[in-house]
């Protein structure tokens, strides 16, 4: 089975930011797109208090998810 090396999510509005953080848990770089900038502003937010609520819980290290 050939891995996974590259990852685009188009669209960071609910789902799309989901998808994303979920694929980054597992190892994948990610890139994600909107045309909204608003919605991509929303969706690193997102993504960076679920990081921050998983490592308070120990489900994840805060190095686990890289924002870039």
């Given at each position: 089975m050939s891995k996974l090396e590259n990852i685009a999510v188009i669209?960071?509005?609910m789902m799309g930011h989901?998808?994303?953080q979920i694929f980054a848990?597992?190892?994948h770089p990610v890139?994600?797109?909107d045309l909204q900038n608003s919605?991509?502003?929303q969706a690193i937010e997102n993504i960076q208090a679920n990081?921050?609520?998983m490592a308070q819980r120990g489900?994840?290290?805060s190095a686990e998810i890289s924002i870039r």
């Open positions: 669209g960071a509005g989901g998808i994303a848990l597992h190892g890139a994600l797109m919605l991509l502003s990081r921050s609520l489900i994840v290290s």
